[in-house]
């Protein structure tokens, strides 16, 4: 079993940062890497980015090019989502999950999740 703890959601006015964190137990080193998805409500989940645990290879969705940074601090088996530029779309519960790799990321490759943590942006 992989054990994930999530923190740092909050409410930030629009063009605000937050930075979520994510700690994984050891196990999660024996897959792909780790990744973030959000929900918003009366929508599906979606992918928001990844990151590799060899090498810190990262890919993100089109939606937050540019305004957030994935990261896998190694020792502390953590990884970070810096989100900054918020827009009221960002809004959703931000779930961290471990899984295996693929060339278009979806919920479905990835077997461990967090109990999420809820993101507001308001106008």
């Known amino acids: 079993q992989v054990q994930l703890v999530e923190s740092g959601g909050g409410l930030v006015q629009a063009g605000g940062s937050l930075r979520l964190s994510c700690a994984a137990s050891?196990?999660?080193?024996?897959?792909?890497?780790m990744g973030w998805f959000r929900q918003a409500p009366g929508k599906e989940r979606e992918f928001v980015a990844r990151?590799?645990?060899?090498?810190?290879?990262?890919y993100y969705a089109d939606s937050v090019k540019g305004r957030f940074t994935i990261s896998i601090d190694f020792a502390k088996m953590t990884m970070y989502l810096q989100m900054s530029s918020l827009k009221p779309e960002d809004t959703g519960v931000y779930y961290c999950a471990v899984g295996k790799w693929s060339s278009v990321p979806t919920s479905a490759d990835y077997d461990y999740w967090g109990q999420g943590t809820q993101v507001t942006v308001s106008s």
């Open positions: 990151v590799s645990w060899n090498g810190g290879v990262t």
């Open positions: 050891e196990r999660a080193l024996t897959f792909y890497g």
